[in-house]
Protein backbone atom coordinates (compact mmCIF):
# COMPACT_ATOMS: atom_id res chain seq x y z
CA UNK A 1 0.00 0.00 0.00
CA UNK A 2 1.44 3.34 -0.75
CA UNK A 3 2.38 6.23 1.81
CA UNK A 4 0.26 9.40 1.45
CA UNK A 5 3.11 11.31 0.12
CA UNK A 6 3.18 8.68 -2.69
CA UNK A 7 -0.48 9.01 -3.34
CA UNK A 8 0.18 13.05 -3.13
CA UNK A 9 2.67 12.80 -5.79
CA UNK A 10 -0.09 11.38 -8.44
CA UNK A 11 -2.38 14.77 -7.57
CA UNK A 12 -2.04 17.26 -10.18
CA UNK A 13 -1.16 20.70 -8.52
CA UNK A 14 0.52 18.92 -4.97
CA UNK A 15 -2.73 19.23 -2.98
CA UNK A 16 -2.09 19.85 1.04
CA UNK A 17 -3.12 17.64 3.44
CA UNK A 18 -6.24 19.18 3.70
CA UNK A 19 -7.35 19.05 -0.06
CA UNK A 20 -6.09 15.32 0.17
CA UNK A 21 -8.93 14.48 3.05
CA UNK A 22 -11.35 16.27 1.21
CA UNK A 23 -10.74 13.83 -1.92
CA UNK A 24 -10.68 10.56 0.51
CA UNK A 25 -14.02 11.89 2.11
CA UNK A 26 -15.32 11.39 -1.63
CA UNK A 27 -15.36 7.75 -0.82
CA UNK A 28 -18.72 7.50 0.79
CA UNK A 29 -17.43 4.56 3.36
CA UNK A 30 -14.80 7.40 4.80
CA UNK A 31 -17.63 10.14 4.18
CA UNK A 32 -20.08 7.92 6.43
CA UNK A 33 -17.45 6.87 9.02
CA UNK A 34 -16.29 11.06 9.51
CA UNK A 35 -19.74 11.68 10.02
CA UNK A 36 -20.72 8.71 12.30
CA UNK A 37 -18.26 10.22 14.84
CA UNK A 38 -18.12 14.22 14.00
CA UNK A 39 -14.36 13.37 12.99
CA UNK A 40 -12.69 16.91 13.15
CA UNK A 41 -9.98 18.09 10.57
CA UNK A 42 -7.04 17.43 12.78
CA UNK A 43 -8.17 13.86 14.00
CA UNK A 44 -8.69 13.35 9.79
CA UNK A 45 -5.04 14.62 9.46
CA UNK A 46 -3.67 12.41 12.00
CA UNK A 47 -5.51 9.35 10.65
CA UNK A 48 -4.89 10.19 6.79
CA UNK A 49 -2.51 7.16 6.25
CA UNK A 50 -5.18 4.69 7.59
CA UNK A 51 -7.76 6.08 5.71
CA UNK A 52 -5.80 5.74 2.36
CA UNK A 53 -4.80 2.11 3.87
CA UNK A 54 -8.62 1.28 4.00
CA UNK A 55 -9.83 3.04 0.81
CA UNK A 56 -7.11 1.18 -1.27
CA UNK A 57 -7.62 -2.11 0.38
CA UNK A 58 -11.79 -1.76 -0.24
CA UNK A 59 -11.14 -1.17 -3.83
CA UNK A 60 -8.91 -4.32 -4.11
CA UNK A 61 -11.94 -5.97 -2.07
CA UNK A 62 -15.04 -4.47 -4.73
CA UNK A 63 -13.23 -6.18 -7.47
CA UNK A 64 -12.25 -9.51 -5.87
CA UNK A 65 -13.84 -12.24 -7.49
CA UNK A 66 -12.68 -14.69 -4.99
CA UNK A 67 -10.10 -15.55 -2.06
CA UNK A 68 -8.12 -17.30 -5.07
CA UNK A 69 -7.34 -14.02 -6.15
CA UNK A 70 -6.84 -12.05 -3.56
CA UNK A 71 -4.58 -9.33 -3.50
CA UNK A 72 -4.23 -8.08 -0.08
CA UNK A 73 -1.11 -8.58 2.35
CA UNK A 74 -3.70 -10.90 4.57
CA UNK A 75 -5.56 -13.18 2.39
CA UNK A 76 -9.24 -13.29 3.11
CA UNK A 77 -8.95 -10.41 5.62
CA UNK A 78 -10.52 -7.06 4.65
CA UNK A 79 -10.03 -3.96 6.63
CA UNK A 80 -12.53 -1.79 8.37
CA UNK A 81 -12.36 1.93 10.62
CA UNK A 82 -12.76 2.29 13.83
CA UNK A 83 -11.77 5.07 16.60
CA UNK A 84 -9.99 4.19 19.48
CA UNK A 85 -8.45 6.78 22.12
CA UNK A 86 -9.85 9.57 19.68
CA UNK A 87 -7.22 8.38 16.86
CA UNK A 88 -8.27 5.90 13.76
CA UNK A 89 -7.37 3.11 13.59
CA UNK A 90 -7.77 0.04 11.27
CA UNK A 91 -8.90 -3.57 12.22
CA UNK A 92 -9.45 -6.42 9.87
CA UNK A 93 -12.59 -8.82 9.86
CA UNK A 94 -12.96 -11.99 7.33
CA UNK A 95 -14.21 -10.66 3.74
CA UNK A 96 -17.11 -11.94 2.18
CA UNK A 97 -15.59 -15.06 0.30
CA UNK A 98 -13.92 -16.41 3.80
CA UNK A 99 -15.67 -19.22 5.18
CA UNK A 100 -12.81 -20.71 6.55
CA UNK A 101 -14.41 -22.84 9.69
CA UNK A 102 -11.89 -21.42 11.82
CA UNK A 103 -12.31 -24.11 14.68
CA UNK A 104 -10.59 -26.42 12.28
CA UNK A 105 -7.01 -24.19 13.49
CA UNK A 106 -8.00 -25.15 16.99
CA UNK A 107 -6.70 -29.01 16.38
CA UNK A 108 -3.14 -29.81 15.99
CA UNK A 109 -3.57 -33.28 14.21
CA UNK A 110 -0.64 -35.18 14.82
CA UNK A 111 -0.45 -38.24 12.80
CA UNK A 112 -4.17 -38.27 12.07
CA UNK A 113 -5.69 -37.48 8.23
CA UNK A 114 -7.04 -33.78 7.86
CA UNK A 115 -10.03 -35.52 6.79
CA UNK A 116 -11.35 -37.35 9.81
CA UNK A 117 -12.30 -33.94 11.26
CA UNK A 118 -14.84 -33.39 9.00
CA UNK A 119 -16.62 -35.73 10.98
CA UNK A 120 -19.98 -34.52 12.16
CA UNK A 121 -22.23 -35.34 15.41
CA UNK A 122 -24.97 -35.10 12.45
CA UNK A 123 -23.68 -38.57 10.71
CA UNK A 124 -23.26 -39.89 14.16
CA UNK A 125 -24.34 -44.34 13.61
CA UNK A 126 -27.00 -44.06 16.71
CA UNK A 127 -27.80 -48.59 16.03
CA UNK A 128 -27.43 -49.81 18.79
CA UNK A 129 -27.80 -49.32 22.71
CA UNK A 130 -24.02 -49.09 22.71
CA UNK A 131 -23.41 -45.97 20.45
CA UNK A 132 -26.50 -44.16 22.10
CA UNK A 133 -24.96 -44.24 25.61
CA UNK A 134 -21.40 -42.83 23.56
CA UNK A 135 -23.87 -39.96 22.18
CA UNK A 136 -25.67 -39.23 25.37
CA UNK A 137 -21.90 -38.74 27.02
CA UNK A 138 -20.76 -36.94 24.28
CA UNK A 139 -23.88 -34.42 24.07
CA UNK A 140 -23.33 -33.89 27.87
CA UNK A 141 -19.73 -33.15 27.84
CA UNK A 142 -20.44 -30.82 24.96
CA UNK A 143 -22.71 -29.01 26.68
CA UNK A 144 -21.71 -29.10 30.42
CA UNK A 145 -17.61 -29.03 30.70
CA UNK A 146 -16.05 -25.80 31.29
CA UNK A 147 -12.85 -24.92 32.79
CA UNK A 148 -14.48 -24.63 36.02
CA UNK A 149 -16.58 -28.00 35.66
CA UNK A 150 -14.42 -31.23 35.34
CA UNK A 151 -16.38 -33.93 33.31
CA UNK A 152 -14.11 -37.13 32.65
CA UNK A 153 -13.18 -37.44 28.78
CA UNK A 154 -14.26 -41.37 27.10
CA UNK A 155 -11.95 -44.65 26.99
CA UNK A 156 -13.43 -46.14 23.81
CA UNK A 157 -12.84 -49.78 23.29
CA UNK A 158 -13.71 -51.87 20.64
CA UNK A 159 -12.95 -54.29 17.53
CA UNK A 160 -11.06 -52.54 14.47
CA UNK A 161 -13.00 -50.92 12.29
CA UNK A 162 -15.74 -49.97 14.68
CA UNK A 163 -15.49 -46.57 14.39
CA UNK A 164 -13.92 -45.55 17.13
CA UNK A 165 -10.81 -42.71 15.26
CA UNK A 166 -13.96 -41.15 13.91
CA UNK A 167 -16.35 -40.71 17.28
CA UNK A 168 -13.34 -38.98 18.92
CA UNK A 169 -13.08 -37.09 16.08
CA UNK A 170 -16.62 -36.07 16.11
CA UNK A 171 -15.62 -34.99 19.94
CA UNK A 172 -13.00 -32.99 18.93
CA UNK A 173 -14.83 -30.87 16.05
CA UNK A 174 -17.95 -30.20 19.00
CA UNK A 175 -15.02 -28.66 21.32
CA UNK A 176 -12.95 -26.85 18.83
CA UNK A 177 -16.30 -25.25 17.86
CA UNK A 178 -16.10 -23.53 21.25
CA UNK A 179 -12.71 -22.68 21.47
CA UNK A 180 -10.78 -25.22 23.12
CA UNK A 181 -7.47 -25.68 21.67
CA UNK A 182 -7.09 -29.69 21.36
CA UNK A 183 -4.28 -32.21 20.59
CA UNK A 184 -5.51 -35.12 18.82
CA UNK A 185 -2.14 -37.83 18.18
CA UNK A 186 -2.67 -40.86 16.94
CA UNK A 187 -0.85 -42.70 19.86
CA UNK A 188 1.84 -45.13 18.16
CA UNK A 189 3.38 -42.42 15.55
CA UNK A 190 2.90 -39.99 19.16
CA UNK A 191 5.49 -42.64 20.42
CA UNK A 192 8.50 -42.96 18.01
CA UNK A 193 7.97 -39.09 17.39
CA UNK A 194 8.91 -38.97 21.00
CA UNK A 195 11.50 -41.71 21.25
CA UNK A 196 13.38 -39.71 18.59
CA UNK A 197 13.06 -35.99 20.09
CA UNK A 198 15.51 -37.60 23.01
CA UNK A 199 18.66 -36.56 20.44
CA UNK A 200 16.92 -33.35 19.23
CA UNK A 201 16.78 -32.25 22.80
CA UNK A 202 12.80 -31.31 22.41
CA UNK A 203 11.41 -34.60 24.35
CA UNK A 204 10.37 -31.60 27.76
CA UNK A 205 9.00 -29.11 25.47
CA UNK A 206 6.59 -31.79 24.20
CA UNK A 207 6.10 -33.01 27.18
CA UNK A 208 4.77 -29.74 28.51
CA UNK A 209 2.82 -29.36 25.27
CA UNK A 210 0.81 -32.49 26.02
CA UNK A 211 0.62 -32.05 29.62
CA UNK A 212 -1.26 -28.53 29.73
CA UNK A 213 -3.65 -28.35 26.79
CA UNK A 214 -6.83 -27.96 26.83
CA UNK A 215 -8.04 -31.55 25.68
CA UNK A 216 -6.14 -34.18 24.78
CA UNK A 217 -6.93 -37.52 22.33
CA UNK A 218 -4.62 -39.98 22.46
CA UNK A 219 -6.03 -42.50 19.52
CA UNK A 220 -5.15 -46.18 19.67
CA UNK A 221 -3.52 -46.26 22.96
CA UNK A 222 -2.15 -49.86 23.23
CA UNK A 223 -1.38 -50.56 19.94
CA UNK A 224 2.30 -49.69 20.56
CA UNK A 225 5.87 -51.64 21.02
CA UNK A 226 5.55 -51.73 24.96
CA UNK A 227 8.34 -49.08 26.46
CA UNK A 228 9.01 -48.69 30.15
CA UNK A 229 10.80 -45.20 29.64
CA UNK A 230 7.73 -43.83 27.64
CA UNK A 231 5.27 -45.31 30.19
CA UNK A 232 7.41 -43.88 32.98
CA UNK A 233 8.91 -40.90 31.76
CA UNK A 234 6.32 -39.55 29.13
CA UNK A 235 3.52 -40.93 29.40
CA UNK A 236 3.09 -41.32 33.32
CA UNK A 237 3.72 -37.66 33.65
CA UNK A 238 1.43 -36.31 31.02
CA UNK A 239 -1.59 -38.26 32.99
CA UNK A 240 -0.58 -37.24 36.34
CA UNK A 241 -0.66 -33.29 35.79
CA UNK A 242 -3.71 -33.81 33.49
CA UNK A 243 -5.13 -35.52 36.54
CA UNK A 244 -3.82 -32.66 38.82
CA UNK A 245 -5.42 -29.87 36.74
CA UNK A 246 -7.99 -31.72 35.43
CA UNK A 247 -7.75 -31.49 32.10
CA UNK A 248 -10.13 -33.88 30.07
CA UNK A 249 -8.30 -36.53 27.92
CA UNK A 250 -9.80 -39.09 25.69
CA UNK A 251 -8.35 -42.11 24.49
CA UNK A 252 -9.13 -45.02 22.23
CA UNK A 253 -7.52 -48.78 22.05
CA UNK A 254 -8.60 -52.27 20.44
CA UNK A 255 -8.52 -53.57 24.09
CA UNK A 256 -10.46 -52.67 27.28
CA UNK A 257 -9.03 -50.48 29.91
CA UNK A 258 -8.18 -53.94 32.54
CA UNK A 259 -5.81 -55.38 29.77
CA UNK A 260 -4.31 -52.42 29.01
CA UNK A 261 -2.22 -53.21 31.93
CA UNK A 262 -0.26 -56.24 30.11
CA UNK A 263 -0.16 -54.22 27.14
CA UNK A 264 1.77 -51.64 29.10
CA UNK A 265 4.05 -53.85 30.65
CA UNK A 266 7.73 -54.77 29.25
CA UNK A 267 7.68 -58.01 30.80
CA UNK A 268 5.59 -60.38 32.87
CA UNK A 269 7.67 -59.25 36.29
CA UNK A 270 5.33 -57.86 39.32
CA UNK A 271 7.74 -54.69 38.74
CA UNK A 272 6.46 -54.22 35.46
CA UNK A 273 2.71 -54.77 35.79
CA UNK A 274 2.73 -52.65 39.26
CA UNK A 275 4.31 -49.67 37.06
CA UNK A 276 1.74 -50.45 34.14
CA UNK A 277 -0.90 -50.50 36.78
CA UNK A 278 -0.42 -47.11 37.81
CA UNK A 279 -1.20 -45.42 34.36
CA UNK A 280 -4.44 -47.79 34.48
CA UNK A 281 -5.12 -46.12 37.63
CA UNK A 282 -4.57 -42.42 36.04
CA UNK A 283 -6.75 -43.26 33.12
CA UNK A 284 -9.40 -44.43 35.39
CA UNK A 285 -9.55 -41.10 36.59
CA UNK A 286 -9.43 -39.39 33.44
CA UNK A 287 -11.87 -41.02 31.26
CA UNK A 288 -14.77 -43.10 31.78
CA UNK A 289 -14.97 -46.57 29.89
CA UNK A 290 -17.28 -47.28 26.70
CA UNK A 291 -17.28 -50.68 24.76
CA UNK A 292 -18.23 -50.71 21.27
CA UNK A 293 -18.71 -54.42 20.09
CA UNK A 294 -20.05 -53.85 16.72
CA UNK A 295 -19.04 -51.73 13.33
CA UNK A 296 -21.04 -49.10 11.78
CA UNK A 297 -23.93 -49.69 9.79
CA UNK A 298 -22.28 -47.02 7.92
CA UNK A 299 -18.94 -46.82 7.09
CA UNK A 300 -17.63 -43.05 8.39
Do not use: W
Not at 47 to 69: M, P, R, S, W
Not at 206 to 229: M, V
Request: glycine share 6%; with cysteine.
Amino acid sequence: MKRIAEYLKKVPGELKVDEAIESLLDDVRIRQFALKYDLKHDVLAQGINNLLVYKEAKDVCNACQGLHECKLPMVGMTPELNLYNGEITLAYAKCRYNTLDESKFKIDAMYVPKKVFNASINDFDLIGPERKEILKYILKFVAEYNKDNFIKGMYLSGVFGSGKTYILAIIANELAKKGFNIVFAYYPDLVRELKSSISHGSLEDKIEYLKKTDILFLDDIGGETPSGFIRDEVLGPILQHRVLDELPTFFSSNIKMKVLIEALAADSSMLEKSKAHRIYERIRELAVEFEISEKPHRTP
